[in-house]
């Protein structure tokens, strides 16, 4: 996990807790201690309240909640200006959590290991999870990913209607359907456009198996038709969506044809995206 994606992850839960959270900044520094993992630095005249995290060689997970922490104490000190551990804290740190777990960012079992956790559900009640749901455990349901690199404001509002989820760590709209529904909807919305990026993939989670936009190098007008079969749509480049586990032996793959894949980087638009 970067700076930049905690960052973002951090204010989008921020804004489903609090309508308009004041604004702050994540530091990740690369650092070890054994007094603790991360602190929370309030704003000082022109300088932006700061998070800053440690002991990074920690899992992502445990690194988010970290931060969520923190989180919490920004929260709590720019309504109560207090950075105590008090009832607000805990129900503030608590709805972050939900959040957190409703978007898959975090797992219950991360969160027991957390000191405060038997305090906050004491107060609270149990943090739910979104794991375990009848639907993730039906063979039927599929993941429909679509890329957000070229989806225009028009089509974002196409997939919200469409009851899309926008997932800011991947930079991807994702949504769960049965097998006929799913296939249905990649026809119908790569119809809607061209250039759009659509995959359907049996249930994932997307936070666990990330997927990777796979841009193709090379001269590829000789195996266009191959291209195609493998799941490639063109627009300037030939791309395709890909878990991300599945890159060396895409590569391999395209090895064998005489060309080159390359991850387009989250968050940019390559050259070719205009």
């Known amino acids: 996990m970067t700076e930049q994606t905690l960052q973002l992850v951090l204010e989008s839960l921020a804004r489903l807790v ?5 604004h702050f900044v994540v530091r990740m520094v690369d650092k070890t201690l054994h007094t603790g993992n991360g602190c929370y630095i309030p704003q000082t005249g022109r300088n932006l309240a700061i998070i800053e995290v440690y002991n990074l060689t920690r899992t992502g997970r445990e690194i ?14 720019c309504e109560k200006a207090t950075e105590k551990h ?16 409703a978007m898959g960012y975090v797992d219950y079992d ?20 979104s794991f375990g749901v009848d ?29 899309f989820i926008y997932n800011p760590i991947e930079w991807l709209w ?7 529904e799913a296939l249905n909807e990649k026809k119908e919305l790569e119809q809607l456009s061209s250039g759009m990026y659509v995959a359907v993939y049996p249930f994932i989670s997307l936070h666990h198996d990330p997927v990777i936009t796979i841009t193709v190098e090379g001269a590829t007008y000789r195996v266009k038709e191959k291209l195609r079969e493998r799941g490639y749509r063109y ?4 791309k395709r969506l890909l878990r991300a586990g599945g890159m060396e032996e895409e590569e391999k793959y395209l090895a064998r044809l005489g060309l080159h894949g390359k991850e387009l980087e ?8 205009g």
Request: glycine share 2%; hydrophobic share 40%.
């Open 18 to 22: 609090v309508p308009k959270p004041e």
């Open 64 to 77: 988010l909640t970290t931060a969520i922490h923190d989180l919490a104490h920004h929260l709590c000190f």
């Open 86 to 101: 008090t009832k607000h804290f805990y129900r503030r740190m608590h709805e972050l959590l939900e959040a957190a777990s």
């Open 110 to 129: 991360t969160v027991s290991f957390l000191a405060e956790c038997r305090k906050m559900e004491q107060i609270c009640g149990r943090i739910r999870t």
């Open 135 to 163: 639907a993730m455990v039906n063979a039927h349901v599929k993941t429909i990913v679509v890329d957000n690199h070229r989806c225009m404001e028009k089509t974002k509002e196409v997939l919200l209607l469409r009851k």
């Open 174 to 180: 994702e949504k769960n359907a049965e097998e006929m």
């Open 235 to 238: 627009c300037g480049a030939w």
């Open 266 to 273: 989250r968050g940019k638009a390559d050259d070719n995206d």
